[in-house]
């Protein structure tokens, strides 16, 4: 009974996270204009096929996000420290 209770409870989790990925991909996907027909068609099926396999696609992305951090981190703090104003003389 709880075995079946976890492998259900698990079946939901991974269900409500593929939808919550798709929809945001989805975004992502119909905001990119510069698409023609074919790299339309095969971004369907790139988005069909890490929406299936999110539990292994998002931790390598997650790793690819830390890599370019960490290589262009000056850069990323110089950004983040940018003043408000948009002038550089205080």
């Given at each position: 009974m709880t075995q079946m209770l976890i492998t259900?409870?698990?079946?939901i989790v991974y269900?409500?996270?593929?939808?919550?990925?798709?929809?945001?991909w989805v975004v992502?996907?119909?905001?990119?204009e510069d698409m023609d027909s074919d790299q339309r068609f095969y971004s369907t099926i790139v988005l069909v096929?890490?929406?299936?396999?999110?539990?292994?696609?998002v931790p390598l992305a997650y790793l690819e996000l830390l890599k370019f951090?960490?290589?262009?981190?000056?850069?990323?703090?110089?950004?983040?420290n940018v003043p408000k104003g948009g002038s550089y003389d205080e």
């Open positions: 259900y409870l698990a079946i269900l409500i996270m593929a939808s919550c990925l798709f929809n945001q992502f996907f119909i905001a990119d096929v890490a929406t299936i396999l999110w539990p292994i696609i951090h960490k290589k262009h981190k000056n850069l990323i703090d110089l950004l983040i």
